[in-house]
Nanobody, 124 residues
Framework: QVQLVESGGGLVQAGGSLRLSCAASGRTSGIYVMGWFRQAPGKEREFVSAISWRTDRTYYGDSVKGRFTISRDNGKNTVYLQMNSLKPEDTAVYYC?????????????????WGQGTQVTVSS
C-alpha cells in the first residue's frame, strides 16, 4: 500500500503561481511513476504531468506544457508541481497518483494509488 497526501492548493488570480506537493508513504519502493491529474466539475479526469521515480523523465499534458513543472525529492518521497501563468481553465481538483510501471503514464485507470485531492481555483 502507498499513501499519498497532497497539499498546496488554494485560490490565486490569473497569471499567478502555486506549488502543489504530494508526500508518499508506505511501500514507496514499488513506485515507478508519480503523476498529477485534475478534474473540473462536469469534466473527465485529465492528465497533467508525470515523473519517473528512478530517472529524469518527465511528461506533460498539452494544456500545461511550458507553464507547469514537475519535480521530485526522493529523499522526502515527495513530488512537486510548480504551476505558473495560471489560467481560469486550470481550476480543478488536483490529484496525485502513483503506479508501478512507466508505460502509458497519461492513463488514469492504470494508477493504483491516489491522494484525496487538493482544490485549485484561478480567478479571472
Amino acid at each position: 500500500q502507498v499513501q499519498l497526501v497532497e497539499s498546496g492548493g488554494g485560490l490565486v488570480q490569473a497569471g499567478g503561481s502555486l506549488r502543489l506537493s504530494c508526500a508518499a508513504s508506505g511501500r514507496t519502493s514499488g513506485i515507478y511513476v508519480m503523476g498529477w491529474f485534475r478534474q473540473a466539475p462536469g469534466k473527465e479526469r485529465e492528465f497533467v504531468s508525470a515523473i519517473s521515480w528512478r530517472t529524469d523523465r518527465t511528461y506533460y499534458g498539452d494544456s500545461v506544457k511550458g507553464r507547469f513543472t514537475i519535480s521530485r525529492d526522493n529523499g522526502k518521497n515527495t513530488v512537486y508541481l510548480q504551476m505558473n501563468s495560471l489560467k481560469p481553465e486550470d481550476t480543478a481538483v488536483y490529484y496525485c497518483a502513483s503506479r508501478n510501471s512507466n508505460h502509458y503514464v497519461a492513463e488514469a485507470d492504470l494508477y493504483a494509488y491516489w491522494g484525496q485531492g487538493t482544490q485549485v481555483t484561478v480567478s479571472s
